[in-house]
């Protein structure tokens, strides 16, 4: 039996794990941007509403994202102006910030009472926290 999961029932996930990994309060991302690194990253393309519902099914089910929603007016078909809102700079709220989670690192490197190989997995395990950009 092959249990892999279709790439687009991944997409989810795939969009927390770009959230995890290259944003923060100061790295936000549009979803243009989380559409390219699907697609460069995880060889997926997916439209700008598919990202906004994932996006909005991850804040319900309790994840700190933080964007920004600019209103703007579109005419409809029928010429009548509409409100309409875009959603951009989104990132994942962090409970550390970088400066925090470095100086944790600074604490384990001058730490005289841990053994080294303890210090080592416990920066690397820091170190996955950090955001990547």
Known sequence: MNYT??????????????LKRYTDENHKLSQKQIAEILKNEYNTTVERKTIKRNIMNLIDFG???EYTETVRYVKSKEGVKEESSILSDFYLKREFTDSELRLLIDSLL???YLPARQCKDMIAKI?????RV
């Open 5 to 18: 999961i279709p790439p687009k029932k991944m997409i989810i996930i795939n969009i927390l794990d770009i």
């Open 110 to 112: 001058f730490n005289r």
């Open 63 to 65: 994840y700190e994202i």
């Open 127 to 131: 170190e996955g926290y950090l955001c």
